[in-house]
């Protein structure tokens, strides 16, 4: 059994989904079900007797311990976190307190739980934190790219609150023993991202005629992974990774954001033409740059690739095609996540 927080967000779910597909190891996912957390998601999970939903917030200690007693998982893995940046802009004390302050809270409930496990499970016991590139800040064009000892420098509030949340997953190690991993990732994209994100909003945008919202030049460098690659790099952390580490985890892919929507906008035109035979491109639309926008993102994953064996499976055009897809194909999950608050937050973010 494990437990999985976030587990109905984007990459949650992904992870929840994938690790039933290869595994009958049964999952317990706990998430708060706020915007981003999507029952619809792990729909076709209904009725699998290997997963259990549990509504409720990893800041609220009594749950998460009755949760890890009655059920007794060998591992935990925390996706849960605010995690939109421009979000965090607006209002970050939420990011304060799910990330920081609800991360506290679940690690002393997990210390909990695992001080009172018997000598070999206690010995087995993981705790993996899913964490993100963010935490080390912005790097120039010719800069090399993150490694796991890259100084930290966040400099938004959200990467600020998540930087917070690796350094207690780190002091938890080290003063009590916890047994923890830590993986910090690149930007991910694939099926079920709320599309408030770059990708998503571009296709969802595109189809609905909208104007394609990008930030100042769009210039700005990342590096991009296909969510089931991320998902098999933790599995793979979580079977063999060393306790108390770090691992990068990225997809060799960086692209600067422009790039990014002009190649969407060439896969949409060849697997969803518009009706007036025009490109999706006439649609981009330059709007003013957020404050603080880091620069270039960039993930050296090399010690996960010499220490573990992983690799990304998925390139970026071979992953971006699948996601399109996937978006073509399931407009119903695409109708019933644009609720009046999502809209809400689109027309003020872009306006």
Not at 106 to 128: H, I, M, N, T
Not at 218 to 231: E, N, S, T
Request: some cysteine; proline content about 5%; charged content about 20%.
């Amino acid at each position: 059994m494990i437990l999985v927080t976030g587990g109905a967000g984007f990459i949650g779910a992904n992870f929840v989904l994938d690790w039933l597909a290869v595994h009958d190891e049964p999952v317990i996912t706990l998430d708060k079900l706020t915007y981003a957390g999507n029952v619809e998601n792990l729909q076709t999970l209904q009725g699998d007797t290997r997963h259990t939903l549990v509504q409720g917030d990893i800041g609220d200690r009594d749950l998460v311990a009755k949760l890890l007693a009655q059920h007794q998982p060998r591992a935990v893995i925390n996706f849960a976190a605010e995690s939109h940046v421009d979000r965090s802009i607006h209002g970050p004390g939420d990011f304060i307190q799910t990330n920081i302050v609800g991360t506290f809270n679940l690690l002393e409930a997990v210390r909990g739980y695992w001080s009172g496990l018997p000598a070999e499970q206690k010995e087995a016991f993981r705790f993996l934190h899913v964490s993100t590139d963010e935490v080390y800040g912005s790097l120039t064009k010719d800069d090399p790219a993150f490694t796991e000892s890259s100084h930290i420098e966040p400099n938004s509030p959200y990467s600020a609150s998540k930087a917070a949340s690796d350094h207690l997953v780190r002091a938890w190690h080290h003063t009590y023993g916890l047994p923890v991993l830590t993986t910090n990732c690149s930007n991910n994209y694939g099926p079920y991202h709320f599309p408030e994100k770059l990708i998503p909003l571009l296709i969802v945008n595109s189809l609905a005629g909208k104007p394609l919202p990008v930030y100042g030049d769009g210039q700005q460098i990342r590096d991009w992974l296909y969510v089931k690659d991320h998902c098999s790099a933790i599995r793979r952390v979580l079977e063999a990774g060393r306790l108390g580490e770090v691992y990068n985890v990225g997809g060799w892919n960086e692209k600067a954001n422009i790039d990014i929507v002009h190649t969407v906008c060439a896969l949409l035109d060849e697997l969803r033409p518009r009706a007036d035979g025009q490109p999706y491109k006439n649609q981009i639309t330059y709007v003013t740059d957020r404050p603080g926008h880091d620069r270039r993102y960039a993930i050296d994953a090399r010690k996960l690739e010499s220490e573990l064996g992983w690799k990304p499976a998925e390139t970026f055009e071979t992953g971006i095609r699948k996601t399109v897809q996937w978006y073509l194909d399931n407009p119903d999950w695409v109708s019933h996540v644009q609720s009046g608050a999502y809209r809400d937050w689109v027309q003020k973010q872009y306006a």
